[in-house]
């Protein structure tokens, strides 16, 4: 069955970074676009950032999306870090007919 397990949350201060791993299984990782998104408290989920099955990606900023097929993970590298980016981070593939989800990774931007 398709699972993604994100890790590399955690507690860091504004302009700090942090890279968010997802890790797939049980589908063909390299065939498909992931996602990352992001649910701040409240709030709906917003996506991040997405990278296509043959790397292009769409950039936002001060966050950027990689992946790397051999080890079937997604990335998600968070630089310059601001209180408003304190959410639940998801990575996320859509494979016909619905969208898959990980159990999403906590980020907290705090002073």
């Known amino acids: 069955q398709v699972q993604l397990v994100e890790s590399g949350g955690g507690l860091v201060h504004p302009g700090g970074s942090l890279r968010l791993s997802c890790v797939a299984s049980?589908?063909?990782?390299?065939?498909?676009?992931m996602t990352w998104y992001r649910q701040l408290p409240g709030k709906e989920r917003d996506v991040v950032a997405t990278?296509?099955?043959d790397g292009a990606d769409s950039m936002k900023g001060r966050f950027t999306i990689s992946r790397d097929n051999t080890k079937n993970t997604v990335y998600l590298q968070m630089d310059n870090l601001k209180d408003e980016d304190t959410a639940v981070y998801y990575c996320?593939?859509?494979?016909?007919?619905?969208?898959?989800w990980g159990q999403g990774t906590q980020v907290t931007v705090s002073s």
């Open positions: 996320s593939t859509f494979i016909w007919p619905r969208r898959y």
């Open positions: 049980g589908f063909r990782f390299s065939a498909y676009a």
């Open positions: 990278i296509s099955s």
